[in-house]
Each structure stands twice: as C-alpha cells, then as structure tokens.
C-alpha cells in the first residue's frame, strides 16, 4: 500500500483522537499556546480593521500564529480535497441514511454532503438559510459568549482540567442533541 492509498482510508478513532490530543502538551510545550480556531476571526478582524471597534484594539501580532494554523487548515482541507478525493464514496452507517431518509434528506454516495442541503440550487431555499445563516450565527455567537469554539473548550480546556470547559462542551453536546432530534426536524418540514 502507498503512502497515498493509506491517506485515502479513513481513519479510526484510536489513531486520530490521539494525534488530536496530542496537539495540547505539542502547543503548551513548544510555545505555551492554546489549542483554539474561533478566536482566529477576532485576530483576522484586528488585522484587517486598525481603526474598528475598541474590541479590535489589542496586540493581534502576538497571536499570528493562530492566524497561522487556521490558514494551515485551509490548506490542508484544499490539498485534501485536491488529491486524497473523497469523491470515491463514503460508507455511511445504515441507520444513518435511514433516518436523513425520513427528513427528506437523500445521501449521494459520491458527495461529502447531503445535496438536498449543500448545493448551489438550494441555497436560498429556507432550510439551507435556517440551517447555515442562523445556525451559523449562533455558532459564531454562542463561541463567542462561551469564551471559545467546541475545539478549544472540549479538546484544550477540558486537557487543562478546566471546569467551565466541561461545562460547555456538556452544552455543545446538548445544543447538537437538540438540533439533530428536534429542530432539525421542524426544519425540514418547511422544505
């Protein structure tokens, strides 16, 4: 097997919830920095906006390497996409395709997501605006007002032993709950 053919399997949890987790003690070791992507926007706002509200008024460049690792990302995201091609299918759990299935929610094996709701036609359709514009700004909000994203809190905070970190990872974990049993629902019934 290649190098290439082993990138294109996915991979199990065992082997990539580590690797995660090992990015803690490699940021806190290397350079004493926290494990955190929403706080990036702020950085990139503070950049780009000099003379903006008070709230952008701090040392941005001594964050930039976040700015940094969010663009490593991108990256990362674009050469995967480029040559590892997630377009071969993806083997989605029965019970899954099951129950898109009853939200009206056909899966396209050769897709990464479902096109019933992320495709180009759709995107002005009201389940596509509920699902990624409110839903988007309360991510964005709820990250905010929760003093970081659900990577930061559950990966870096709950690591460093942080009892307002479980709090809200214990709430992100509920919030997705509710959306996938209750309003998701509700919300494709509009459609």
Not at 59 to 66: G, Q, S, T
Not at 116 to 144: E, I, N, Q, S, Y
Request: charged letters at 10%; aromatic letters at 12%.
């Amino acid at each position: 097997m290649t190098l290439l053919e082993f990138l294109r399997q996915p991979w199990p949890w065992y082997v990539t919830g580590p690797l995660i987790g090992l990015m803690v003690p490699a940021l806190l070791l290397v350079g004493n920095r926290a494990f955190g992507i929403s706080s990036s926007f702020r950085h990139l706002c503070a950049a780009a906006l000099p003379n903006g509200p008070a709230y952008f008024h701090y040392d941005w460049k001594a964050e930039r390497w976040n700015l940094l690792f969010v663009a490593g990302i991108a990256l990362g995201g674009y050469l995967a996409m480029r040559w590892l091609d997630p377009t071969n299918g993806h083997a989605l759990a029965p019970a899954l395709v099951a129950d898109l299935g009853r939200l009206g929610i056909a899966v396209d094996p050769g897709r990464l997501l479902p096109p019933d709701l992320f495709d180009w036609h759709r995107l002005l359709t009201l389940p596509t605006l509920l699902v990624t514009v409110v839903g988007g700004f309360l991510l964005g909000f709820g990250a905010r007002w929760a003093g970081g994203c659900t990577g930061g809190h559950a990966i870096m905070g709950i690591a460093s032993l942080q009892r307002a970190s479980l709090i809200a990872t214990l709430m992100f974990l509920a919030g997705g709950f509710l959306m996938t049993w209750l309003i998701l629902p509700l919300v494709m019934r509009l459609a």
